[in-house]
Antibody
Framework: EVQLVEAGGGLVQPGGSLRLSCAASGFAFSTYSMNWVRQAPGKGLEWVSFISRPGSPVYYADSVKGRFTISRDNAKNSLYLQMNSLRAEDTAVYYC???????????????WGQGTLVTVSS | DIVMTQSPDSLAVSLGERATINCKSSQSVLYSSNNENYLAWYQQKPGQPPKLLIYWASTRESGVPDRFSGSGSGTDFTLTISALQAEDVAVYYCQQYYSTPYSFGQGTKLEIK
């Protein structure tokens, strides 16, 4: 069974940092690209970042570029999101999501974790 | 960047009746080399993560009831629930995976009338 378990969320002050992790199991982690998607309270889904199977390339939403860093450790079956210079508008549930691969490109998100809540507030 | 716009924002349908949700992309998500539309639909129930329903615009994910169907091509897409069940109450999102930044529609909240 595919499992994605996020951790690392919590309360942080504006300007602070937080590192999220996503532990993967039940599948060959190194063969899938991964993403972070967030959802502010009561709002819709917002894609945050992508990382390919070997760890490069990576892509970011403009809203987090220069502040967030996505990484992975295929030996540990883990995905990470380092979040710096946090703002109130970064408050959200952060989901990790597995991305399928077909036709020579990365495609839809077929498995999602339960999410971890990040609250940025003083 | 591709903008995804769903309509309506909310929808109330009687049990057993048809529900239709529309999604429009600001540019085509049809990839000419494989003739596939890079469009997915997700269902999200309160307190749960999104769940994949439909990909390639019209392919049902394994285990998804056949009352859910997707259609459309290019820039205009539709998710149809043929006979609404109580467990279908949720928010539905379309998403394009044609290019980064990947983008979602704003969501359509489906309720029972």
């Amino acid at each position: 069974e595919v499992q994605l378990v996020e951790a690392g969320g919590g309360l942080v002050q504006p300007g602070g940092s937080l590192r999220l992790s996503c532990a993967a199991s039940g599948f060959a982690f190194s063969t899938y690209s991964m993403n972070w998607v967030r959802q502010a309270p009561g709002k819709g889904l917002e894609w945050v970042s992508f990382i390919s199977r070997p760890g490069s390339p990576v892509y970011y939403a403009d809203s987090v570029k220069g502040r967030f860093t996505i990484s992975r450790d295929n030996a540990k079956n883990s995905l990470y999101l380092q979040m710096n210079s946090l703002r109130a508008e970064d408050t959200a549930v952060y989901y990790c999501a597995r991305q399928t691969y077909r036709y020579g490109s990365d495609n839809y998100f077929d498995s999602w974790g339960q999410g971890t809540l990040v609250t940025v507030s003083s | 960047d591709i903008v995804m716009t769903q309509s309506p924002d909310s929808l109330a349908v009687s049990l057993g009746e048809r529900a239709t949700i529309n999604c429009k992309s600001s540019q085509s998500v049809l990839y000419s080399s494989n003739n596939e539309n890079y469009l997915a639909w997700y269902q999200q129930k309160p307190g749960q993560p999104p769940k994949l329903l439909i990909y390639w615009a019209s392919t049902r994910e394994s285990g998804v009831p056949d009352r859910f169907s997707g259609s459309g091509s290019g820039t205009d897409f539709t998710l149809t629930i043929s006979a609404l069940q109580a467990e279908d109450v949720a928010v539905y999102y379309c998403q394009q995976y044609y290019s980064t930044p990947y983008s979602f529609g704003q969501g359509t909240k489906l309720e029972i009338k």
